[in-house]
């Protein structure tokens, strides 16, 4: 089957013409070329919407099982072969996007694993550090920022977690995104345990995001 993928990426793109100004990227001679494990702060729903616009290759994202259930969207997801985060069944997702790399497209993951609507980053979870561990793929951390003033928050029933779900979109003004070095995860000595390992890992990937962040930041107080 044909993936579905330019697909998706025409209906970014219309959204991306309709509510955002302006893409404002720092950081592209970072840019590794080939396959590449991609980690960034998720403040917005929105944001991820721009990333097959700054990377030329297919891009597999990490997401949420309950987004696939959302009618004609889940489908589209689908067939664009993106790939479904089962509660409690990381690993299988891992496994998939280990198979995405090794066909020589990019991998994004969100290590908060749900949004924080910019009010601090979330405890990274250790999946990007284990899969850039088993393949040996280069990690690029990433940090995104949109003003306040440019978002509109949405808010949604979660009925199988009985709690209200609360996502914030860019509706107009610019998109920040700052790109930063490849990481070097390499294994720590002195950190017997491999779990242990992969959460003194994950410390480091969050450390960089949370810079890039604050530089983000530092661009649109100057824009």
Same mark, same amino acid.
């Given at each position: ?23 404002? +990227? ?49 489908? +589209? ?13 990381? *690993?299988?997702? &891992? ?10 497209? *990019? ?14 980053? %979330? ?7 284990? &899969? ?9 951390? &990433? ?14 029933? +979660? ?7 609360? *996502? ?16 070097? &995860? ?10 242990? %390992? ?10 960089? +995001? ?14």
């Amino acid at each position: 089957m044909r993936s579905w993928y330019p697909i998706l990426k025409l209906l970014l793109k219309a959204y991306i013409t309709l509510f955002i100004d302006e893409l404002r +990227i720092s950081g592209k001679e970072n840019v590794p070329e080939g396959p590449k494990i991609i980690v960034a702060n998720h403040p917005n729903a929105t944001d991820g919407f721009t990333l097959p616009f700054v990377f030329p290759e297919t891009l597999h994202f990490l997401i949420q099982e309950s987004v696939f259930s959302t009618p004609f969207v889940g489908q +589209i997801l689908a067939r664009a072969e993106q790939i479904p985060v089962v509660k409690g069944k990381g *690993s299988e997702a &891992l496994e998939i996007a280990k198979e995405r790399l090794n066909q020589g497209n *990019s991998v994004v993951i969100f290590p908060e694993g749900r949004l924080n609507n910019d009010r601090g980053l %979330h405890k990274g979870k250790v999946g990007a550090a284990r &899969l850039a561990v088993a393949t040996g793929f280069p990690l690029l951390p &990433l940090g995104f920022f949109v003003p306040s003033t440019t978002l509109r928050s949405f808010s949604k029933n +979660i009925q199988d977690e009985e709690r209200v779900a609360t *996502s914030r979109w860019q509706w107009g003004g610019d998109c920040f995104i700052r790109i930063g070095k490849p990481l070097d &995860l390499t294994l720590n000595k002195q950190i017997g345990d491999f779990e242990n %390992h992969l959460r003194y890992l994950t410390e480091i990937i969050m450390s960089h +995001i949370a810079d890039l962040v604050d530089l983000a930041k530092q661009d649109a107080s100057f824009a």
